[in-house]
């Protein structure tokens, strides 16, 4: 009887003993922002290092990153708070219970549940590590390594079945050293030792030490999502006002085309001429001269460039001569403070929010690389993006760009050939020219009530469903007094796609050959376009 009593006892000391825990989440505070951190050693970088967090240390100095995807802090007060932050969150690790002691040797093919695994010594991660949630989004992983810790290259952690790598956490007592090609998922703290992360590796979650040189080359890190991490929305996006109808307009100054430029939205300026638009290949209006419409377009527009302009800052990057590079922003305010120059690829990250907006906001002209591309991922939108450049614009030949362009007082001279704008070129006052380029996304004008604008609700010819998936339907409204019209459906890169006449009331066209993706459409009679739009195949 007397043993059972001290045997409950027992367990109720180590319930109630403050600092104790059986694999809950540690709280990491401020830690949980920063991507690198060392409360007391250097935090460098070699390579082109792809980072979505902050990067700082609370002793020492940050050097050689480029454009980070949040905020350097080198011994300021949120390093000294994040230091504090990480102590407590390291000792909450410490503290942890232990329930599995597997054997120094991590991976190669083991799959591990929830739970608090120890190993007394150094271990070594080999191939792959599979961790499996069962289905528990809470489910928590905490390994507590009692000296220094490798992976092998080319090793991965793998999550399963609902596991997040927010709730993983990885207690280093030494030196933590991943080899080329690793794939490391969860929060590292090294206590007293340096982090070493190699060329062509990924982390999922954050390396922090506690004292100790962080070095990375040419890796991908970003901080996990999930647990409790905000859901970034991004800036409340401008209203466009009457600019939402335009695919090019400039305020003040000549819109020229030469090339054949196929135009979804409408074209013009309110001072000057607009000319050199084939009428066949622009669905929307095309403005030679100034009028109601571009009047209005251009008070909105200024109207528009003023709220980007003082929309607060969340992150500047640095470096805006390498703009670019495989970059992954994330929805907040950026700042470029000079001239900018975009080469190869940005990634806009959405993190699954089909809302989110990213504004960025240059300080100087901006030039791009030939086929330079902006890349939307996750959910991440061309209608939602948005960027307010003060000088002149070139985007150089065969590039994808996404989003609208508000220059002020700069020309957007070069639009060149094979150009792909998701968006609109918008200027407050200079040239805009275009070469041979397609746009793709500003005749959604959704505005009603203003002279001159387009009218979607207001359709002449019905057009069902849409989506679509074998069949499309077009109708004449009742009041419509045409007979006979065309009807031109095109892909995304302008190439015509069908072509047929709509003689009847009503008349149903196979789609069956269309691929799934979006599509445009024009309805033409009596050589002008009387309707224009967007198709959507789902096959």
């Known amino acids: 009887m007397k043993t059972r009593l001290l045997y409950v006892f027992a367990i109720a000391i180590l319930l109630f003993i403050p600092g104790v825990n059986f694999g809950q989440v540690p709280d990491l505070g401020t830690a ?21 967090g902050n990067v700082g240390t609370n002793n020492g100095s940050s050097t050689a990153f480029g454009n980070v995807n949040g905020v350097m802090h080198d011994k300021d007060g949120a390093s000294a708070k994040c ?50 949630a069962k289905g528990d989004p809470n489910a928590v992983f905490i390994f507590q390594i009692g000296g220094s810790f490798s992976t092998n290259a080319a090793s991965k ?60 080359d040419g890796v991908l890190a970003y901080t996990p999502i999930g647990c409790g991490s905000p859901v970034l929305t991004g ?13 090019l307009f400039s305020g003040n100054g000549a819109v020229t085309n030469s090339g054949t430029t196929n135009v979804m939205g409408d074209v013009g300026t309110n001072v000057g001429l607009t000319t050199g638009f084939d009428p066949l290949l622009v669905a929307g209006t095309i403005h030679p001269i100034a009028d109601l419409s ?24 640095l470096y805006p001569a ?51 591309n902006i890349v939307l991922i996750n959910g991440a939108q061309a209608k939602n993006v948005f960027w307010m450049i003060e000088g002149a614009v070139s985007i150089n030949n065969y590039s994808v760009f996404r989003g609208t362009i508000v220059c002020n007082n700069g020309a957007l001279g070069a639009l060149n050939t094979g150009v792909e704008l998701d968006g609109r070129a918008l200027t407050t006052s200079g040239s805009l020219t275009t070469t041979a380029i397609t746009t793709t996304m500003a005749p959604y004008c959704t505005l009603t ?4 604008e387009q009218v979607i609700s207001d359709e002449v010819i ?43 009331q009503s008349t149903t066209i196979g789609t069956g050959n269309l691929l799934s993706g979006i599509y445009f459409y024009k309805i033409i009679s009596n050589n002008e376009i009387i309707q224009s739009g967007r198709l959507i195949s789902k096959q």
């Open 32 to 52: 949980a922002d920063f991507i690198l951190f060392s409360t007391n050693g250097a935090v460098s970088n070699t390579g082109i290092s792809q980072l979505t």
């Open 83 to 132: 230091a504090s932050d990480l102590l407590i969150a390291y000792n909450q690790l410490n503290s942890a219970v232990p329930a599995f002691f597997p054997a120094p040797l991590l991976g190669n093919g083991t799959v591990l549940t929830k739970g608090v695994y120890s190993i007394s010594g150094a271990a070594t991660l080999n191939l792959g590590l599979t961790l499996d």
């Open 157 to 216: 952690i793998y999550l399963k079945n609902g596991a997040l790598a927010c709730n993983v956490f990885w207690k280093v007592e030494g030196l933590v050293s991943m080899a080329s090609g690793t794939t490391m998922r969860g929060t590292i703290i090294a206590n007293n030792s340096a982090i070493v992360i190699s060329t062509g590796d990924t982390l999922e979650g954050r390396a922090l030490s506690t004292t100790g040189a962080i070095t990375v």
């Open 235 to 247: 800036p409340v996006a401008p209203y466009l006002g009457l600019t939402e109808c335009y695919a």
């Open 294 to 317: 571009t009047a209005q377009a251009k008070a909105d527009l200024l109207n528009e460039y003023s709220y980007l302009n003082t929309l607060p800052v969340d992150i500047e990057l």
């Open 322 to 372: 390498q703009f670019g590079r495989d970059l992954v922003l994330t929805p907040h305010t950026y700042l470029l403070n000079s001239a900018t120059t975009l080469t190869g690829s940005l990634y806009l990250n959405a993190q699954g929010n089909a809302n989110a907006v990213f504004v960025i906001k240059m300080n100087g002209a901006l030039t791009t690389s030939t086929y330079s």
């Open 449 to 452: 009530g203003v002279t001159g």
């Open 462 to 504: 019905s057009v069902y469903p849409n989506p679509f998936t074998t069949s499309l339907t077009f109708t004449y409204n009742s009041s419509a007094q045409i007979t006979k019209a065309e009807l031109r459906i095109y892909d995304l890169l302008g190439v015509q796609v069908m072509n047929c006449n709509l003689t009847k």
